[in-house]
Nanobody, 121 residues
Framework: QVQLVESGGGLVQAGGSLRLSCTASKSISSFDAVGWYRQAPGKQRELVASITDDGRTNSAEPVKGRFIILRDNAKNTVDLQMNSLKPEDTAVYYC???????????????WGQGTQVTVSS
């Protein structure tokens, strides 16, 4: 069973920075992509940023230019560097990794337990 462990959450003032780290129990190169999602109270979980096994990145519009996703294959980690944080970034942040398992594109997802990020105004 794959385990994803997040770290680095906390409380920060608006305009500040935090770096989240996701460590996988197996090689991250075995996944098609690894990413970060977030879920604010009363809202649906949403994709924040992801990075594929060949290094292509994707970021949600609200975080473009502020958040950077990075991977370190040697350490089996995917980090999310969050800069210029805003109160609306407050949420539980989850690490996700997935592997396409069928030719139709069905995927098997793995999730971390989540880490709280709170941005005060």
């Amino acid at each position: 069973q794959v385990q994803l462990v997040e770290s680095g959450g906390g409380l920060v003032q608006a305009g500040g920075s935090l770096r989240l780290s996701c460590t996988a129990s197996k090689s991250i190169s075995s996944f098609d992509a690894v990413g970060w999602y977030r879920q604010a109270p009363g809202k649906q979980r949403e994709l924040v940023a992801s990075i594929t096994d060949d290094g292509r990145t994707n970021s949600a519009e609200p975080v473009k230019g502020r958040f950077i996703i990075l991977r370190d294959n040697a350490k089996n980690t995917v980090d999310l560097q969050m800069n210029s944080l805003k109160p609306e970034d407050t949420a539980v942040y989850y690490c996700n990794a997935f592997k396409i398992v069928t030719v139709e594109g069905a995927r098997r997802d793995f999730w971390g337990q989540g880490t709280q990020v709170t941005v005060s105004s």
